[in-house]
């Protein structure tokens, strides 16, 4: 998977679409049959590029159910990632993803923000065959992965997912999210932005990703907590139920710290979330071994403000 060209003025290109384009970002896609490892559950076959830029106005499948969310966060335009309605090919639906990238080279700034709405059409099926979208973000210049999550239809976070309705051929839908990210000690280091959205791997049920003013910097100017997380007991044989503890968690400014979110097995996915103390039951498939949880928190600053992870 290629990334796009560098961006200038260590910032990312375009990110608020407000070219009218996808100018600075390169553009991939292709099939995905299912599975939660990327990008090695993923065909790129550089099409087809089921994206576009969107001016305002309701997303179409939740208006046509009498739910009203805008496409554009802010501004004229904004990027969909992959598509709402299905997309077929000789009268047949495939299971599609798109994805856009971008790299910047020299990057200066504190912060790394953006602004994210999800439409997943709910399939039913195992998590690994269902409607879901990644943001990755990677530090080139050191190879490592600073940011990574993959939410599918049925673990989008409980707090701000809505439903159309109950059955499987509803959708899960989140309205815009902001996501802002310390970026303090990649000062000088080439990143690069990673953005998927997938249908089901079965076919005939689709999911979107609309994203909005990705940017260097800070769209708050506040202060992002620190994730502070315990497993106590954390020696103990599989099949032990354990306590996680987010409690250290903390922020500089006191801020509310409401939700705790939890991966189990570094994908991205969100396996468990909600308070600060939580029990964990090891799975019992886990050989002898040392293995790392990871833990993500989110505050509630001051209005207008919105939540910030």
Known sequence: VLGARSAHAADFFNGGFEAGSFAGWTENGGYWYGGTNYPANYSFDNSPYQSAIVEPGDVPCLASLGVSVNQVRSGSYAARINS???????????SHFSQIQQTVSGWNSPYLSFDWSAVLEDS?????NRPHFRVILEDLTTATTIYNIAYYSDNLPPDVVQRTGP?????AYTGWQHIQLNTPSLTGDTLMLTILASDCSQSG?????YVDNIMGVPATGNELPVAVG???LNRVPPGTTVTLDGS???DSENDTID???WDFDGDGVTDLSG???QTWTIPTAWAPGTYTVNLRVREQPSAPMPAQW
Request: charged fraction near 20%.
């Open 259 to 261: 939700l705790y979110d």
């Open 230 to 232: 315990m497993v106590r």
């Open 205 to 209: 049920h689709d999911g979107a990703l």
């Open 248 to 250: 250290g968690s903390h």
């Open 124 to 128: 039913g099926h195992a998590r690994e």
């Open 84 to 94: 709402n309605d299905a997309f077929t090919t000789g009268g047949l639906a495939y």
């Open 275 to 277: 308070g600060a103390l």
């Open 167 to 171: 059955f499987t051929e509803d959708w």
